[in-house]
């Protein structure tokens, strides 16, 4: 897949992909939309437990579990974090990105590259598992407390927004379990209150009006 690097509103990077004419992150920026939706409306949400494993579907650059494990420095319990990937991004591309994030230290990037596919890493409390597969192929149930929905979006990805597929992210989280995502299409918002989630319609991130966190009630 070809993938080019781009600067976003607030300075961040993120890719652009042309044959799906599609980016990774808003253009709007991509820190501040990834710090917004994952980790403000994300994993925060679930400091009050003692421990938190999170699902990624799309781990891309590596940006969101970047934020996530800079999140974890201040939280006491262990956060387990499992990424799933298709398409493993080229080397250079996540470091540029993830250096661009704020993620300096070069042994913590190399945490975050394509050689840590299918290893389990640990740094402090967060605990990662990025696994090169597609997210048709994942079956996890009652795993996880949160799920990152980061897929690309209906227009350019229409199959990933599908029952079937939103379902599989139902079946991974535990009741209670907390669903979040950029995407604030009101077919994906139906989708997902058919599975069973409680909506929550949010302010999305800077240059965006709503974004959807979904409860597993
Ligand atoms: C919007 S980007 C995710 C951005 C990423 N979270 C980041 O921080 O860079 C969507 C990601 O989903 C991946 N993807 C697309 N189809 C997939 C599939 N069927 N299964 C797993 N990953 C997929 C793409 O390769 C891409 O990395």
Not at 68 to 85: D, F, N, P, Q, R
Not at 133 to 138: H, I, R, S
Request: proline share 4%; aromatic share 12%; net charge negative.
């Amino acid at each position: 897949m070809n993938r080019t690097l781009i600067e976003t509103a607030d300075g961040s990077l993120t890719l652009f992909v042309p044959a799906l004419n599609e980016h990774f992150h808003s253009t709007h920026g991509a820190l501040q939309e990834a710090d917004h939706v994952f980790i403000q409306n994300g994993v925060a949400c679930k400091n009050h437990l003692d421990s938190i494993r999170i699902l990624e579907m799309g781990l891309g650059t590596g940006i969101n579990a970047f934020l996530t494990m800079a999140w974890a420095k201040s939280y006491l319990g262990m956060v387990t974090y499992v990424g799933i990937e298709a398409f493993p991004v080229e080397e250079f591309l996540i470091d540029s990105c993830l250096q661009a994030a704020g993620c300096e230290d070069p042994l913590e990037r190399s945490f975050f590259s394509q050689a840590s596919y299918g290893k389990t890493q640990e740094l402090g409390n967060f605990r990662f598992l990025p696994r090169n597969a597609k997210w048709e192929e994942v079956d996890y149930t009652h795993e996880f407390d949160v799920v990152f929905y980061d897929a690309f979006g209906p227009r350019a990805q229409e199959e990933m927004w599908s029952m079937d597929n939103l379902e599989r992210a139902y079946h991974a989280l535990g009741t209670g379990g907390l669903f979040t995502t950029y995407c604030a299409k009101g077919q994906v918002k139906r989708n997902l209150k058919a599975l069973g989630f409680e909506i929550r319609s949010l302010p999305g991130p800077p240059g965006k009006r709503e974004m959807t966190q979904a409860i597993k009630v």
